[in-house]
Structure formats: structure tokens, C-alpha cells
């Protein structure tokens, strides 16, 4: 064997480990996933489909190709979005098998000195420890109170960045070190006569620390709407980061930490206001699907019980008081709304609808639907930092469409997906016309009117 072939031999021999070769089997390669694959439609390659990406993850088990840098590079280039699991025949799940794959390269992939402290310092020192995470918010909220953020706008120093980590800056939203828990409690009883259920709300790591007030505005639209929440303070990040950038052990670690936290608050639902996270809890009864047995039946007992906000509340929920309550928006306050899909959302959760229709449900909203919205934003979790020129090509083209809407109002459901088409709007030039806003802080802000 050569030494350039040796070379790569600890990745072939991981992927032969990890990756569900039965799955690789069930592609057909006949191609109805490529009209849905955001990277094929901007590169028009074979290897940047979801096709093209399982022939070559195939091509290395088999031994017939080297899994080298071009390999990784089409694999990292996958948004991981899945809109071709809907639209696949053989019902070949794609989902597994990209995260297979990168768990695999991860373990024996070169990173600079760098990159490796910085992801060690992310996915293993940070996201696992709520109370950190809420630090680190407190530290981004002084950035931006203390006049820091001000100078260093004033005096160019953000100019060492590149530049779409300068549109991010400029859109993040006000950042905080006090959670749903330490603003509200971890209990809320129901409004009304009896509760519809107990459900327990997922706070999330980056949600709960950037978008708190939506957590906070989730807790008050589901008590509004009969049922009684809880929050488990138990509960750690879903470890959606980690399965999509190959560290799977981490997030399977943190997934049995989450099953036992909602388990012991006897819920009997999960709710997720972040269609990433979402996903991934759906998900857990495939992540641990290699555990004991016990430990497999707690997985799916948890992912039976994951539900969207929009989707708990248009299943369970009493629509009568919804109706109530949104109907207190005049109609002066009359306004023209569109919705981006979060990916995850409508891919994996198959709720992709639940959010219009709590939408169609509220007085002087006239919604229009956007061109492509099932088509990912380009944000994939952290996928707009890491690959930005893709990012923002399909970013600016969802601009193009978001622009034919005429809507002043831009909603979505998954707080990685909001950011993303903030920095779309910035980069539009749209800022003075388009407010971007998560579905519930819409329903509360028109319920307060």
C-alpha cells in the first residue's frame, strides 16, 4: 500500500465502522433529490447532491476512492437541511448517513492547533454546561451595554473580521446571562379550568441566552392556551451542534442527560420553540438506538412526545381562547407577513404547516406566501459561518423572493433561521421595510395590541 494511501486509510476504516452501509445501498440514484438540494442548484456538480455525496461516502467503504480533502470538502459542503429525505422514493435516510460520515472524518482529521482548542472549547467546555453558556451571555450583553459595542463599531476595530461575521455582529440580538428559569420560574400552571396536558418546555443553549423573550413569550402562549408548563432545569443543550459536526458520542452523552431531566418532570410533552434543536430530540430514539435497551426504550419514549409550539398548540391546544386572544389586534394594525421554513422543521418534524396555520388564525394578517420558503436559508446551524460564500449565494437569492412578497413582516420558527434572514435583510437593504421575527413573539406582540 502506498503512503499516500495510508494516509487515509483511518478515516476508510472509521466510515466502515460508522456509516450504515445497508442505507448507502438503498439510494436508487435516480436523482428526484437534486431539485430539492440547495448546494446542486448553485453548483450544478453531481458531487454536491445528496445522489452524488452517497455514491462517494460508497466509493471509500468500497475502497474505490481515497476519502481526501476533495471528499471532505463536498461532505462539509452538505447543509444537512434534508429536504431530500421527503422527495426520496427508496426513503433513504440521508440525515444518518452525512452525520455518520463526518463523525468518522472527525476522528482522525488534521485540524491546525487552533481550531482544534476552539472546538474542544465549544462542543466540550461550553454547550454542555447551561450556567456557561448563560456566562457567556452575560459577557455579549456588557459588549453590548457597556458602550464597547459603540467603539468598536466607531473605530473600525471590527474591520479585522471578515465580513459576513460584521453582518452577524451588527443583527445579533440583545444577548442575556438570565434565562426563561431566572426571569419567570420553572412552573406555570394553566390558564382556565383544568390543563390540557403538562408539557415541558426545551430552553435551549444559544435560544435561551439570545432569544429569551422568546422562550419567556412560548411560556405565556401555551398557558394562554391550557396547558401547564414546566422547564426542567436539568436539562442541557440538544446536541444538535455536535451530531452535525461529528461529534456524536457528545451528543448522545447529551441526549441521555435531556431523556432523564423530562422523564423525571413526568411531562407529557416535550415542547421545542427552535426547529434545529427540535429535529434533533425527534431524533434521539435513532442516537441511541445502539444503547442497552432501556436506554432505547427512553429514547423513544421521549421522541414520541417531541412537539413544535405551532404543531402542540394546533393539535391540543384551545383554539377558541387562541382565536380570543389574537383577535384583540385591531384591524388599523393590519399587516402583510410571509414565512421562511426552518428546515428541520418541515424535513424532520414534518410541522412544517402547523406555523401558517397558527398564523391564518389570527385578525388583520394577511399572509403571503414566499417563493421557495422550503428551500433552506443557509443558516444550518453554524453552516453560515464556516461556509460563507454559499451561505450568502442562497441567502441572496431567498432576498430576491423575499422582496416579491411585498411583506413587512418575515417570520420563522427556528432562532438560527432568524438570524440568517436578519443578516439577508441587512444585506438587502431592507431594513427599513422588513421586521424579521419568530412566529411566537408575533402572536404575543398582536395579542398585546
Known sequence: MSEKATKWLPIVESMKLKVDYDELTNCMRCGFCQPSCPTFQETGLEAASPRGRIALMKAVVDGLMEPNESFQKQMDLCLGCRACEPVCPADVKYGSLIEQTRDAIEDHRPHPLWVRGLR???????????????????????????????????????????????????????????????????????????????????????????????NVNTVELLTEVG??????????????????????????????????????????YIVSNAGGCGALLKEYDHLLSSESPEV??????????????????????????????????????????????????????????????????MEGVNFCEMTGADSCCGSAGIYNLLQPKMANDILDHKMEHVKETNAQVLLTSNPGCLLQMKAGVERAGLTDQVRVMHVVDFVRERAKK
Open 227 to 268: 396547558f401547564e408548563v414546566v422547564i426542567p432545569e436539568a436539562q442541557v443543550c440538544c446536541g444538535a451542534l455536535h451530531a452535525h459536526s461529528g461529534e456524536l458520542d457528545d451528543a448522545r452523552g447529551l441526549a441521555a442527560r435531556n431523556i432523564k431531566a423530562f422523564r423525571e418532570a413526568g411531562v407529557d
Open 296 to 361: 432505547a426504550e427512553d429514547a423513544r419514549w421521549f421522541a414520541e412526545r417531541v412537539k413544535d409550539v405551532s404543531q402542540l398548540i394546533m393539535e391540543k391546544g384551545n383554539l377558541h381562547a387562541l382565536k380570543q386572544l389574537v383577535s384583540k389586534a385591531s384591524e388599523e394594525a393590519a399587516v402583510t407577513v410571509t414565512y421562511q421554513n426552518s428546515c428541520h422543521l418541515r424535513n424532520v418534524m414534518k410541522a412544517g404547516n402547523a406555523p401558517r396555520d397558527v398564523i391564518g388564525l
Open 120 to 214: 474542544k472549547a465549544a462542543f466540550k467546555g461550553l454547550f454542555p454546561y447551561p450556567k456557561r453558556v448563560r456566562r457567556l451571555g452575560s459577557v455579549l450583553h456588557l459588549y453590548q451595554k457597556s458602550g464597547l459595542q459603540t467603539v468598536a463599531r466607531e473605530t473600525g476595530l471590527l474591520k479585522v473580521l471578515p465580513e459576513h461575521l460584521r453582518v452577524m455582529e451588527r443583527v445579533m440580538p440583545e444577548a442575556s446571562g438570565d434565562g426563561v428559569v431566572e426571569r419567570i420560574g420553572s412552573l406555570h400552571p394553566a390558564k382556565g379550568e383544568r390543563a390540557v396536558a403538562r408539557v415541558g418546555l426545551f430552553r435551549g443553549c444559544i435560544m435561551d441566552m439570545m432569544f429569551t423573550g422568546t
